[in-house]
């Protein structure tokens, strides 16, 4: 997930200071901010072998970059979170802001979020502690202080039984839902961790950040399955298919290197195409294709198979640092640096 310390990558000044986040409220959003529909640029999409991302939706009303979006289980609500401090849910057939949580903390920081898969929670890490929230209220079921310098990134096992979450501290965290007791901590990276995602059996989960590594760890017991270091930059995000036959790692080299799962010698692909970091990459739900987004504003789809690039889109005028899959995969939802959302509809 994109570190905003580094120098080079996103330039943002952060005061390191410890401190809580508090109040429980959640506002909802008055009538006068129904999400207009800004002027967007021109949908420039480049069909090539059977794939389109045709925009259908902008969203806006963020006040800062758009850090994390995410779709709910049921497809209805995506939620995002944002450096303004708020969490925001939006109903996806309105294209409306329908509710917003303010979290106060005083560092400039965007909030990770996700869904357990049954719906019951919302996952969020404001930047020093873990919260869980009532999906649909927002309101707080638990928080407990994890991470001291930060949390970057999470994930939620298919039970819904447990949160790991990885932080500044270059420390992978398991913690049991939704009471957060925590059950163990080891250090994972000597620097930061940027991403994290744990496979569609739940047997390993892989890790990647600022020392350029990608770790692969034996899940739950967090010992250190494999290691692939490639890139010469570090790892933004990673990701692996939901067939579980692939992963990823998308680096600030401007590449993303697609990787057979057991096979670690070399890439089985290098995505090619962007201008300046690759700061996310997805596959899509059928493992056919990987969505990327970067420094470029642009989303770029390609073949996971052979590399080839199939699309690519410049609706955001600002970097692209989320990407989510909807439910059925559909859709998919892109959050950006120009504090707006876009949602577009896979044609192939």
Aim: hydrophobic share 35%.
């Amino acid at each position: 997930m994109k570190n905003l310390f580094r120098v080079g990558t996103i330039i943002v000044s952060v005061l390191l200071v410890n401190s809580l986040s508090c109040g429980d409220a959640v506002v909802k959003p008055p009538d006068t901010i129904n999400v207009p529909q800004p002027d967007v640029p021109e949908n420039n999409v480049v069909p090539v072998n059977k794939l389109s991302l045709i925009l259908l939706k902008s969203l806006s009303g963020h006040d800062q970059y758009i850090f994390y979006v995410q779709f709910s289980p049921d497809g209805k609500t995506i939620a995002s979170g944002s450096a303004d401090k708020t969490i925001r849910l939006w109903d996806f057939d309105a294209g409306k802001e329908k509710l917003r949580k303010y979290e106060i903390y005083k560092e400039i920081w965007g909030i990770p979020l996700t869904y357990s898969a049954d719906g019951k929670y919302l996952i969020g890490g404001v930047y020093d502690t873990l919260k869980v929230y009532k999906p649909d209220t927002l309101t707080i079921i638990s928080e407990q202080k994890a991470h001291e310098r930060g949390i970057q990134c999470l994930a939620v096992t298919k039970d819904g039984n447990y949160v790991v979450t990885g932080g500044v501290d270059g420390n992978l965290t398991l913690w049991t839902l939704p009471d957060l007791t925590q059950l163990k901590t080891i250090k994972a990276h000597e620097k930061e961790i940027w991403s994290i995602c744990l496979s569609p059996d739940g047997k390993y989960l892989l890790s990647g950040g600022e020392d350029k590594f990608g770790r692969i760890w034996v899940f739950p017991d967090l010992t250190m399955k494999s290691e692939i270091k490639y890139h010469d930059s570090p790892i933004e995000y990673v990701d692996i298919s939901p067939d579980g036959k692939n992963l990823l790692l998308a680096s600030a080299d401007s590449t993303t290197s697609v990787w057979k799962v057991g096979d670690y010698t070399k890439p089985a692909q290098v995505l090619k195409g962007h201008n300046g970091s690759v700061l996310v990459a997805v596959f899509s739900k059928n493992s056919r294709f990987v969505f990327s987004g970067g420094e470029d504003d642009e989303v770029i789809a390609f073949n996971a198979k052979t590399g080839e690039e199939l699309t690519r889109v410049k609706d955001h005028w600002g970097d692209v640092m989320s990407i989510c899959n909807s439910p059925g995969g559909e859709y998919i939802a892109t959050g950006s640096r120009d504090k707006t959302i876009k949602v577009y509809l896979l044609q192939e």
